[in-house]
């Protein structure tokens, strides 16, 4: 909500591209520490937490590490959630 109208559909398309930008690591960390955020990262197909894991051997450590802190506080997500029904 923050990021304005449009930003899920930008950020999850940012997120499949083959490179994506150093800058996305630190906003998936600090997206993550929102309920929304973490909503929109733990989705129902797990597409997005799928890419997370593969970006954990990216060469790009920026990335690497928002994407090791984004899982990270995914998990303490609690209630409705991924997996959660």
């Known amino acids: 909500r923050a990021l304005g109208p449009g930003a899920e559909a930008s950020l999850l398309r940012a997120l499949s591209s083959a490179r994506p930008p150093a800058e996305l690591g630190a906003l998936l960390w600090n997206l993550s520490q929102e309920p929304e955020g973490r909503r929109v990262l733990l ?6 937490v799928r890419r997370l894991l ?3 051997r990216c060469e790009e450590r920026a990335l690497r590490r928002g994407a090791v802190g984004a899982l ?3 998990c303490f997500e609690h209630g409705k959630g991924w997996g959660n029904g």
């Not at 989705?43 to 997005?48: K, L, M, Q």
């Open 43 to 48: 989705e129902r197909s797990g597409r997005v």
């Open 54 to 56: 593969e970006l954990l």
């Open 72 to 74: 990270r506080n995914c």
